[in-house]
C-alpha cells in the first residue's frame, strides 16, 4: 500500500481506513436511462462499455433512491416518454440524478433530457409529483442535446420544490444546489469533514482552495479569525452563498468567497496561517504545489481523491524540506472498488 509506504517514511503508523456502513449508504445516484418507454433501464454502464445494466434493487443505494428510481420507471411507461438510444442519438430522457436529503427522508430529482427545453419531458414531472408528493425536496429539468459523455448539460430548469439539498454535515447545514458536487457516501463523508476541521487550531486565519458548497470552511467560521472560501463552480458558488447565509451573522463576517481557478489564489497562501486543499483527481497541479513549497503555511489540510497526485506532491514537499507529514488516514467513501479518499495533516518545518 502506496500510503503506508509514505508513512513509513516519514515515521509515522500504517494509516488507518476508516470504512461506513456497507449497505444502503449510497444517498446519491445518476443512473443511465435507455431502453424502451414500455420497458425502460434504469442503472450503470457495464465495465468498458455504454451497454446499461438494469438496477431495480440496488443494496447499496439508500432506499428512497431505489424507490424513486421505480417511481420513474412507472413514469416512464404511462406517459410513454422515449429513453435516450446514444447510438442514433434519439430520445427524450438520458439520465436521472437522485440526492437523498437525509435529515427530512427527501429526495432532489433531476432528469436530463436531450434537447434545450424541457417540454418533451413535462408529461413524466407531472406523474413524478403525483406519485411522490411529498418526498420530493426538490424536482428539476437539465438539458443536454449534444453529443458527449458528460451526464449534465448547460440548461437548467426547476420545475417544483426547494432550489437547493441541505445536508448537515457534521453539525453544520451545507446546501447543493442539483448542478453542485456532493459525496455518495454522506455519513463516511461526516468523518472525513470532522476529522479535517479538528485540525485546524483556534483563531486560525484559514485559506480553503477547491472549497465546493464549503462542508469543511463552513464549519470553521465559529471558531477561528477568518475563512477565504475558493471555488471554481458556478453552482457550488451557489451553495456556499447559501451556506454562508445559513450562519450566525458574526460568523458571515468571518466569511469571504474567491470566486475562480484556485492558481489566481497561490498568493493568498503566504497570509495564510491554515491552507486547506480538496482538489480534483488530477491534484494542485505545478504552479499550487511549487507555491506551498516555497511560502509553506505553517499547517497544510489536504484532502485528497487522486493517490498518484496527492504522492507526487507530497513527495516533492518532503523532498525539499518544506513541510513534515504529521498524520494521514484514509476513508472508503467508495467500498467494493480499490479507491479511497485520503486525509493529510502536514506542517511547516
Not at 446546501?175 to 456532493?182: L, Q, V
Not at 470566486?259 to 489566481?264: E, H, K, L
Request: charged letters at 25%.
Amino acid at each position: 500500500m502506496r500510503l503506508a509506504e509514505l508513512a513509513a517514511r516519514c515515521g509515522l503508523p500504517e494509516p488507518r481506513v476508516s470504512v461506513g456502513t456497507p449497505l444502503g449508504f449510497r444517498t446519491r445516484a445518476r443512473l443511465a436511462v435507455r431502453g424502451r418507454a414500455n420497458s425502460p433501464k434504469l442503472g450503470l454502464f457495464e465495465a468498458g462499455t455504454h451497454r446499461v445494466a438494469d438496477i431495480p434493487r440496488c443494496r447499496i443505494h439508500h432506499p428512497l433512491v431505489n424507490e424513486v428510481a421505480a417511481a420513474l420507471r412507472r413514469a416512464i411507461r404511462e406517459t410513454g416518454v422515449a429513453p435516450y438510444d446514444e447510438r442514433a442519438l434519439r430520445g427524450d430522457l438520458r439520465y436521472a440524478q437522485i440526492a437523498v436529503e437525509r435529515a427530512s427522508e427527501r429526495v432532489q430529482l433531476v432528469l436530463v433530457g436531450n434537447a434545450g427545453r424541457a417540454d418533451a419531458l413535462r408529461p413524466v414531472f407531472a406523474e413524478l409529483e403525483r406519485e411522490l408528493g411529498a418526498r420530493l425536496q426538490g424536482l428539476h429539468w437539465n438539458g443536454n442535446p449534444a453529443r458527449t459523455n458528460a451526464i449534465l448539460g448547460p440548461h437548467w430548469e426547476q420545475i417544483a420544490g426547494e432550489p437547493a439539498l441541505r445536508e448537515t454535515i457534521a453539525g453544520v447545514d451545507v446546501f447543493h444546489p442539483p448542478g453542485a458536487f456532493g459525496q455518495s457516501g454522506a455519513d463516511l463523508f461526516e468523518t472525513l469533514v470532522a476529522r479535517a476541521r479538528a485540525a485546524v487550531p483556534e483563531g486560525a486565519r484559514v485559506l480553503e482552495l477547491f472549497a465546493g458548497t464549503g462542508a469543511i470552511g463552513l464549519g470553521l467560521l465559529g471558531r477561528v479569525e477568518h475563512v477565504a472560501l475558493n471555488e471554481l463552480s458556478p453552482h457550488a458558488l451557489d451553495g456556499l452563498a447559501l451556506g454562508i447565509a445559513a450562519r450566525p451573522v458574526a460568523e458571515q463576517a468571518r466569511a469571504e468567497v474567491l470566486a475562480g481557478d484556485a492558481g489566481r489564489f497561490a498568493d493568498r497562501i503566504a497570509t495564510a496561517d491554515v491552507l486547506i486543499v480538496d482538489p480534483p483527481r488530477k491534484g494542485l497541479g505545478p504552479a499550487l504545489s511549487e507555491a506551498i513549497a516555497a511560502r509553506a503555511p505553517a499547517r497544510l489540510v489536504y484532502v485528497s481523491c487522486g493517490l498518484d497526485a496527492f504522492l507526487r506532491e507530497a513527495a516533492a514537499w518532503l523532498d525539499a524540506g518544506a513541510l513534515a507529514l504529521e498524520s494521514l488516514e484514509a476513508f472508503a467513501l467508495f467500498p467494493y472498488t480499490e479507491h479511497a479518499e485520503t486525509l493529510a495533516v502536514f506542517a511547516r518545518r
